[in-house]
């Protein structure tokens, strides 16, 4: 029995109950509040805040192993656990160069990895002809602590980047070098691919999915992406070339656009199990949880493969301030044929907050047929 401690305690560490189950791990979660979801799967809490490295010594101390469900830690204060012995997977040399969103898309550069045009605003001199060559529209990033869009804007022109960076930074009493900005991708679709690699080194990726944003949020997760042959290769030594690269052990997302004109792009590097991947849970025969702990507990890797021709999977977003449990809602949802509901249990609901799931396996690959289901969830889930 293998006990593995949990740097997080939200959704995704919650998802990861049945397979520890499963395997026989037992998890043990560092998470800020005991209305956590992770809580009341763990086989013990240590309450902290994820970036509290006092908390993680604690954490060490009850498990063989530490991993991440939220990647926003003290990576400084974390390296003085490493060096006196603390295993963390995936190891702190991996996550360094992601935590920030220049860096990694530096890191990912310096790689030959394909990303957006970017600049640091702290590098920049003369900030009005240096955009010049991003051009408009521009997307104006937090370079840390980005989430579900938080901390991403779309800005139409100057005097909107301006104005936006001068509230940001007046607002939030930020410097102009928290934020980098980047060219506008006028992407055709939205793509994602989970990755994982073994303690020896073994790769293993699950289907290319296209992933569905609005506002920013991921909205839904179509499994497999209606894509080439080629690009479906083509994304899959990305992620052989990062994953390498890193000396990662245990799970990735990767986030990518695939431009209008076919080329893709990398988005953002998810150093953990992420929201594009939890079609697995219902849909593969190992799910990318599952994986995960396989993966760190150096357990030989699962079959990544889909069970069903297909599957569509969509995000319960809270629309307002409530405790309410949406019961009925949730009900009329798992009548739909196929339909797999996940609750995260979460007390409170607020607004573009992910409160639950839902993945229905599909017997093709019609795309359209994808979308539409989802909508029709869509339209039991959210108020008209
Ligand atoms: P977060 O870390 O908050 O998820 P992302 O950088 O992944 O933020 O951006 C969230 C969403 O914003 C993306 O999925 C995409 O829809 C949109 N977006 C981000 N960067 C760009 C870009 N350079 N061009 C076009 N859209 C973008």
């Not at 997080?8 to 998470?31: H, I, N, Y």
């Not at 994982?196 to 179509?222: A, D, F, L, N």
Request: contains cysteine.
């Amino acid at each position: 029995m293998k006990r593995v401690g949990v740097i997080g305690g939200g959704q995704l560490a919650w998802m990861m109950a049945d397979a520890a189950q499963k395997l026989g791990v037992e998890l043990v979660v560092q998470t800020p509040s005991e209305h956590d979801p992770a809580v009341s799967i763990a086989k013990e809490t240590v309450f902290a805040p994820v970036d509290d490295a006092n908390a993680t010594k604690i954490l060490a101390q009850k498990c063989d192993i530490i991993t991440f469900e939220n990647e926003f830690v003290n990576l400084d204060a974390l390296s003085i656990l490493a060096q006196q012995g603390v295993c963390f997977r995936p190891r702190l040399e991996a996550l360094a160069p992601l935590l920030d969103k220049y860096d990694q898309r530096c890191y990912l550069r310096d790689l030959g990895l394909p990303v957006p045009q970017f600049l640091a605003l702290d590098e920049v001199k003369n900030l009005k002809s240096q955009i010049e060559y991003l051009g408009f529209p521009a997307v104006l990033k937090s370079r840390r602590h980005g989430y579900d869009g938080q901390g991403t804007f779309i800005i139409q022109d100057f005097a909107a980047l301006e104005q936006k960076l001068s509230y940001e930074t007046t607002t939030k009493n930020l410097n102009q070098s928290f934020f980098l900005l980047e060219e506008f991708i006028p992407f055709e679709r939205e793509l994602a691919i989970i990755a994982v690699r073994s303690v020896k080194g073994e790769i293993v990726t699950y289907p290319v999915v296209e992933t569905q944003q609005e506002q920013q949020v991921c909205r839904r997760v179509i499994a497999p992406a209606e894509i080439t042959p080629n690009q479906v290769a083509e994304i899959q030594a990305i992620a052989h070339t990062l994953l390498n690269s890193l000396q990662v052990v245990g799970i990735f997302g990767i986030e990518l656009f695939l431009g209008t004109n076919g080329k893709i792009l990398v988005n953002e590097i998810a150093p953990r199990t992420h929201n594009s991947g939890h079609f697995s849970i219902d849909a593969c025969e190992t799910s990318q949880f599952e994986q995960h702990l396989r993966a760190v507990c150096g357990l030989p890797l699962g079959n990544p493969a889909l069970q069903s021709a297909g599957a569509v999977m969509v995000n319960l977003l809270g629309y307002e301030d409530s405790h309410s449990d949406y019961q009925s809602q949730r009900q009329q949802i798992a009548e739909i044929p196929q339909a797999h509901i996940h609750w995260y249990g979460k007390t409170e609901s607020r607004t573009g907050r992910k409160l639950g799931h839902v993945t229905v396996l599909l017997d093709n690959q019609n795309r359209e047929q994808a979308i539409a289901i989802a909508h029709s969830i869509e339209s039991i889930w959210y108020p008209r």
